[in-house]
């Protein structure tokens, strides 16, 4: 019976054996098709820390601050400077230094660059001279006027333009430091001829200028210096007022202007008359 129960035991085993060998070798079942196009799940992210989020929401703002409102302006060119001054003032305010003013001391003809005074309306009606808007101009570009010529502000602008673009550069590195006006303003006929044609002087459109001084030249004069040898400056500036002026005249002109540079700005239809 032990013998026969032996054998039974080692049936079992055989059995169970071959049934286990049987589930090891058996080929895995292939997943379905539809379920390989399935996209995959996003991955799921972890909530921020609580510290994290404490300190951006504590963090200060980088927002730059509102600008301050502008006051209104008129817009006119007559009050264009003085207004665009009010709205700097408005808004930096004047602590810790102070904004110029816009139309400086002693500016004229509405320019800074030019500098003395207005005076009263010149009238006469029978000679017909006179100037509506005249002033008496005492520094232009930084170039002092002696004595002090009378003229109106479209002569003085005029001469603004030739002192900055055609003297100082005659004169290179030398400072232009002062013109020696001969004549402006003058009711009198042309070269002083009683009975001639009224001259420019006598509307205020013209200028003599008889010296110019420099800061290392010193003082040269049209009469002794046009012609010679320190002269070539004063006659390049001559030659650059043709255009700029409407008349030049000068040393071997007419005989009437051989110590001084006449300078108007009369217009003639053939251009500008220079001799």
């Avoid at 026969?4 to 292939?30: E, Y």
């Avoid at 730059?64 to 009050?79: G, I, N, W």
């Amino acid at each position: 019976m032990i013998r026969g129960a032996g054998a039974v035991l080692v049936l079992c085993l055989l059995g169970a054996s071959s049934s286990h060998a049987q589930t090891l070798i058996r080929p895995q079942t292939r997943p379905d098709a539809t379920a390989l196009d399935q996209p995959m799940p996003s991955p799921v992210r972890p909530p921020p820390r609580p510290e994290a989020v404490a300190t951006v929401a504590a963090g200060p703002m980088l927002r730059p601050p509102a600008r301050p409102d502008l006051p209104d302006v008129d817009p006119s060119p007559a009050d264009s400077a003085p207004a665009r001054v009010g709205v700097l003032r408005t808004i930096f305010g004047t602590k810790g230094g102070t904004i110029p003013d816009a139309s400086p001391k002693g500016a004229i003809c509405g320019d800074a660059d030019i500098r003395g005074t207005a005076i009263p309306r010149i009238e006469d009606a029978t000679s017909g001279c006179g100037i509506d808007l005249p002033v008496r101009v005492t520094d232009v570009a930084g170039v002092h006027l002696s004595p002090a010529a009378t003229l109106n502000c479209d002569a003085t602008r005029t001469l603004k333009t030739w002192i900055t673009t055609v003297l100082k550069p005659a004169f290179r590195f030398d400072r232009v430091t002062e013109l020696r006006v001969y004549a402006s303003y003058a009711c009198r006929g042309r070269n002083n001829v009683k009975g001639a044609k009224i001259s420019e002087h006598a509307k205020g459109n013209a200028i003599d200028i008889g010296e110019i001084t420099t800061a290392r030249r010193g003082t040269l004069t049209v009469q002794n210096d046009f012609k010679g040898a320190r002269g070539s400056a004063i006659r390049k500036a001559y030659k650059g007022a043709c255009g700029i002026f409407g008349t030049t005249l000068g040393p071997g002109s007419d005989g009437y202007h051989e110590n001084h540079m006449h300078f108007d700005i009369a217009r003639y239809r053939s251009g500008s008359y220079c001799h």
